[in-house]
């Protein structure tokens, strides 16, 4: 399927998915003319790299991780090196971090919202 039906397909802009070409997260094939022919899995592999980032993590962690991965949460561990772990590890406890904080907010948002109700 030719890059804007991919676009579509996985609400990313043709721009992000030649981003991710041209770091070597998705490989789609060549046609005579020059356009790119993307196979069906690369839908799930795009949507895949949009979770990924949406987490946080940076596009060359995701090109270091993206061999271990068949679909999600599918491991592969032979692909997973030491450094590869300690990396995942880190940006885990990133995330854990993100997540407490966004929690926090999230309560006392909620706070607000039933204190301006109570006194509607």
């Known amino acids: 399927m030719r890059i804007g039906e991919v676009a579509e397909l996985t609400g990313t802009s043709t721009r992000a998915l030649r981003y991710y070409e041209n770091e070597g997260l998705v490989v789609p094939?060549?046609?005579?003319?020059?356009?790119?022919?993307?196979?069906?899995?690369?839908?799930?592999?795009?949507?895949?790299i949009r979770g990924l980032l949406d987490t946080g993590l940076p596009t060359r962690i995701i090109k270091q991780i993206l061999p271990c991965l068949d679909k999600p949460r599918t491991i592969h561990f032979s692909e997973a090196t030491p450094e590869i772990l300690a990396t995942l590890e880190r940006e885990r406890d990133r995330m854990s971090g993100r997540i407490d904080c966004l929690t926090r907010n999230r309560d006392a948002i909620d706070d607000y919202l039933n204190a301006v109700r109570a006194l509607a």
């Open 29 to 48: 094939r060549r046609q005579a003319n020059g356009y790119r022919d993307y196979d069906d899995f690369l839908v799930d592999r795009v949507v895949q």
